[in-house]
């Protein structure tokens, strides 16, 4: 029986170990200021509901214990038993309302920046160690964002394009490889595996949100207005959806890579990355 699969399969567990426990181990915080927003909102919430029922409680037995009769020792202990009730359910539900991949796009542009957030939150326990910290390092990224975004009118191409980036082109990276079974992510297939994909496309998303940050800074909307027909070129959104690039799993068919078109503008954003 060969082994060398085997092998293979211990020593890339071995190394994401190694980075996991490099980078602190494994992640509990939010990536964002933007998800860490709406999760003190939704605290927030809870906690108004938690005083609300307590204090609903101790006005109930209060007006009992004037109105109708004592409480007396059972009475107090059942109110106490009551609040405690309250306290512990009130707590721990509802718990927070996750975004869903369909409903991202919902909303003002600076809610949508937060959602996505709060949605790779959710897809990070999925992705490699190296992709995990990309995605971390994108969350940072996506708060300088969310920054330029504060005075920028959401019905302009520039609106439509940072949209387009960050809830249709992000997710459609990391939704690609999550897709894929768990099996086969780390098998190699034309030279590069899943993995090695997904940690390319994170970089180049990584570069293109950097890139849009700077141009909102300087006030380049026109700049950015081309730039997200380049994106849309770039990333797939002008066609089809079976037709858009996906991360392939080991053995399928790789999808043909349309050649680089000349995009009016583009030149100069694309030496402005590199």
């Not at 009475?75 to 927070?96: S, W």
């Not at 897709?179 to 994170?202: N, Y």
Request: proline share 5%; aromatic share 4%.
């Amino acid at each position: 029986m060969d082994s060398t699969h085997d092998s293979d399969r211990i020593l890339n567990a071995g190394r994401n170990s190694l980075v996991v426990n490099r980078a602190g181990g494994h992640h509990r915080r939010s990536i964002g200021e933007g998800s860490a927003r709406l999760k003190r909102e939704h605290a927030a919430a809870r906690l108004k509901r938690v005083l609300i029922a307590v204090a609903a409680i101790l006005v109930a037995a209060m007006g009992f214990g004037l109105f109708v009769s004592a409480l007396g020792f059972e009475g107090l202990f059942m109110t106490v038993l009551l609040m405690i009730v309250a306290v512990g359910v009130l707590t721990k539900f509802p718990k927070i309302r996750m975004p869903q991949r369909d409903n991202l796009a919902r909303g003002a542009l600076i809610e949508n920046v937060a959602k996505t957030e709060l949605w790779l939150e959710m897809q990070r326990p999925a992705l490699p160690p190296l992709a995990q910290n990309l995605v971390d390092g994108i969350g940072v990224q996506l708060d300088g964002l969310g920054q330029q975004l504060l005075h920028l009118d959401e019905n302009t191409p520039a609106a439509m394009a940072v949209r387009g980036l960050v809830t249709r082109d992000l997710p459609d990276v990391v939704e690609s490889y999550t897709r894929i079974p768990r099996h086969l992510r780390a098998e190699g297939s034309a030279g590069s595996t899943p993995d090695t994909q997904l940690e390319d496309s994170l970089r180049s998303i990584s570069r293109e949100i950097d890139t849009v940050t700077r141009q909102l800074a300087e006030g380049a909307l026109d700049a950015l207005a081309v730039r997200s027909r380049y994106l849309d070129y770039k990333y797939g959104a002008a066609m089809d959806e079976a037709e858009a690039p996906q991360l392939s799993a080991p053995g399928a068919p790789l999808s043909p890579k349309a050649p680089d078109a000349a995009v009016p503008g583009t030149d100069e954003l694309s030496s402005k990355e590199n």
